[in-house]
């Protein structure tokens, strides 16, 4: 894993194409990728050092980020 995919976006986008700028969500955003970040290394090691080819768990944690629901769905 690069560890640059790893550090925050300089800017988040919203629906409008337009920076977030509310520091705030931004302060969120961050800490949101961090911790995803963390866990995300974190299964992919634990995943490798078992024995799990690496491009096969790289498409597994894609597949799993391309199934995440849209909240904007009605539940």
């Known amino acids: 894993m690069s560890g640059d995919a790893l550090v925050a976006p300089?800017?988040?986008l919203g629906a409008d194409g337009q920076p977030?700028?509310?520091r705030e969500k931004l302060k969120m955003l961050a800490?949101?990728?961090a911790e995803v970040a963390?866990?995300?290394r974190d299964a992919f090691e634990d995943a490798v050092?078992?024995?799990?080819?690496?491009a096969a768990m790289r498409r597994v944690l894609t597949d799993l980020v391309a199934a995440l629901p849209s909240p904007k769905r009605a539940a």
Not at 49 to 54: A, P
């Open 10 to 12: 300089e800017h988040w």
């Open 20 to 22: 977030v700028s509310c």
């Open 31 to 33: 800490e949101n990728h």
């Open 38 to 40: 963390q866990v995300l």
């Open 49 to 54: 050092l078992m024995g799990v080819d690496e």
